[in-house]
């Protein structure tokens, strides 16, 4: 089958595929099952990205009132739906296809919960947030499906979640600097997709086979690819059934680091600070003392 090369875009330094993880099925939340790949003991921080959980979820299991403090989580469906609420009394349902990026800031509690019907599959990706945006208040940036930036060009297929792929841009603001890009490739084609040189980069693989990277890594769904200095990803579908997979790269913040679950801060301090704002109803948290969702259901912190 000759190759399709996506020919518009050349790389000078294609990055090498340097590590490679399989995403292993774990519990979290309340009956959830997740498949982590960032934020587990063998890769507890890639800078600027702290959790990447491909999570799949049947009712009456799911993500119940939980808080959230100085990052952003973005949540990207792929099958079925999910409701989410929260104490500011935003709510609203994020079916396939629809993105919900939600800057933490200086503190949320929500709860995320799946449709009643069959099994409901998606991505969720933390991205840090600097110092500077730590405490500013939560915002919510939502795009429905059909609205999400979508281009289509010698047999790549690509939905910019976040950046820039094939000329088409996603109107996400990322205060801190991220690419998000969902690839589907048809059997036979290869693309070049350039990455900023001074960010950290990585591929999930959701579907299919694929060649990355300089190296000529192959890979299979559910793994994990670090990408390591360069200036974009090659990557090739030289087998018989679409590949599709994420690419998702960061400017790196370079700041201290503690996590103590869902806070995320840069000292102990600030840590210590947040445990004692959440307990006690202060700083941002002064909602959650009356608010239950409408599940009922809280996770214990």
Known sequence: MPEKNNSC????????????????????????????????????????????????VTAPAGFPDHPHRGFETVTYMIQGSVTHEDFEGHKGTIGAGDLQWMTAGRGIVHSEMPSPHGTQKGLQLWVNLSSKYKMMEPKYQEIS???????????????????EALGTKSPIYTRTPTMYLDFTLDPGTHLQQPIPKPWNAFIYILEGEGIFGQSKSSATAHHLLLLGHGDGLEAWNKSTKLLRFILVGGEPLDEPLVQFGPFVMNTQEEIDQTIEDFENYTNGFEKARHWRSESGLSLDF
Not at 20 to 47: N, T, W
Not at 146 to 162: L, M, S, Y
């Open 9 to 56: 875009v050349g790389l000078n330094e294609p990055r090498l595929a340097v590590r490679k993880f399989l995403a292993k099925p774990q519990h979290e939340g309340v009956g959830a099952i997740v498949r982590r790949s960032i934020g587990r003991f063998e890769l507890r921080y890639f800078d600027p990205f702290l959790v990447l959980d491909e999570f799949s």
């Open 145 to 163: 499906s059909k609205n999400i930036a979508e281009t289509t060009k010698d047999g790549i297929k690509v939905r910019v979640i976040a950046g």
